[in-house]
């Protein structure tokens, strides 16, 4: 086994420190794609100046995948149009899940939500999965609700189980929303969506259904969910 794949097999399994010290050495050992595993993990540990070096040493030996690691590395240090360039090439070589990466640069780091709309809807005519979940965030933001829970809809209608939970999430706000939202959540959680958990126990306990709420934010809670955890917590102590 090459040290690339003991660092991705590391990393897979949670392990970053150890999949860190295993790219590393294959940095040493010059194994292919070392830089890139390298940065990638640098950047998304919160290293981004030190990801950028060994991301763009990928990039310059020819790896265009690098386009867009180095592109978050660039805008976590504060350049956001040079990294709006890097997301730019990636969509240029084929990476179109790029797109969701630039309209969200666009909206929260380059304050043009204009044209982080229009990116954004372009992913989503390529199909690319997240990008309804960043239009529709980007129409609550501007209270465009009706609009947001069409994008869900619709995307929920193609499968997606994200999109079901954020229209879940965006009906729990409206009034007589609530039912149809339990159910979404409930449909979520079948499918295996633990996050959900929380969110319908947040729901049960804000419509007064407190022993449902308590039942179930505590299997989330049981399972190592800290919110579920921390909003059980409330619970009880508003009991007390």
């Known amino acids: 086994m090459t040290w690339v794949e003991q660092g991705n097999d590391a990393w ?3 392990d970053d420190k150890e ?13 292919e794609d070392a830089e890139y595993f390298l940065g990638d993990i640098l950047q998304q540990t919160g290293r981004s100046e ?10 310059d030996a020819g790896d265009p995948d690098a386009h867009v690691p180095l592109g978050h590395a660039i805008a976590d240090q504060g350049r956001p149009e040079e990294a709006a360039k890097h997301f730019r090439a990636a969509v240029e070589v084929g990476h179109t899940d790029a797109l969701v990466d630039l309209g969200v640069l666009q909206i ?7 044209a982080g709309e229009e990116t954004l809807r ?4 390529h199909g690319v999965e997240d990008a309804p979940l960043a ?13 947001a829970e069409a994008i869900l809809r619709t995307a929920t209608d193609q499968g997606s189980l994200d999109a079901q939970v954020d229209l879940a999430n965006l009906l729990s706000e409206y009034e007589g929303g609530e039912e149809e939202a339990e159910a979404l959540y409930r449909d979520a959680i079948e499918r295996g969506d633990e996050d959900a958990e929380n969110n319908l126990g947040v729901l049960l306990r804000d419509l007064g ?3 449902e709420a308590i039942d179930i934010l505590k299997v989330a809670a049981d399972r190592g969910d800290e919110l579920a955890a921390q909003n059980l917590a409330d619970i009880r102590a508003e009991m007390n």
């Open 19 to 31: 999949a860190e010290r295993a790219f590393r050495e294959a940095v040493v050992a010059n194994e």
């Open 135 to 147: 239009l529709a965030a980007l129409y609550v933001e501007q209270e465009r609700d009706e609009e």
């Open 209 to 211: 259904r407190i022993g």
């Open 108 to 114: 929260d780091d380059l304050k043009d939500a204009a």
């Open 50 to 59: 030190e990801g950028e070096r060994y991301l763009q040493m990928a990039l």
């Open 12 to 14: 897979a399994k949670g």
């Open 122 to 125: 372009e992913a989503i005519a």
